[in-house]
């Protein structure tokens, strides 16, 4: 059997370090609720935790105009209930905010029952986000490609996770 490869969250949590990342805006999810307890014990990382998605724009923001850097890190359900946020805060302030986004129900093999992964990628490239896949450690450089691109357009940027 073929062993296939992970995407660790330590490795995650080192990319955050390397581009700066100050706060995690989190809701723990099922697709990335594996980096929670070590994001919990991170002492370079403040955890902000959100009740719901919808806060985790304007959270972002107000940390932005603070002098700090966020990543928000939510499912893909919370990117649908954060679609006004999107397109009020970061797209229309042009912010650099960076989202980790868990991909539900995604799957390599192109077979998708799961409404909330088909309507995924169409809803970002509605909203004219870029947007890149990391699925395992080798893929972890697109986070900082996502922060660069940010930072180059003052416009928000997705990673989906895999």
Known sequence: MIQQALLKPEVVIQQFKNNGVTHVIYLPDSETNWMYQLLENEPSLDLVPVAREGESIAIAAGIIAG?????????????????????GIALDCQLPIVMLIGYRGWTRHGATPDSAARFTEPTLR?????????????DADRISLAYQQAEQTNMPIVVLVG
């Open 67 to 87: 002098g700090k850097k966020p990543v928000v890190l939510i499912q893909n359900t919370g990117l649908f209930e954060s679609g006004d946020s999107i397109r």
């Open 126 to 138: 509605a909203w004219g986000i870029t947007y890149y896949l990391v699925e395992h450690d080798g």
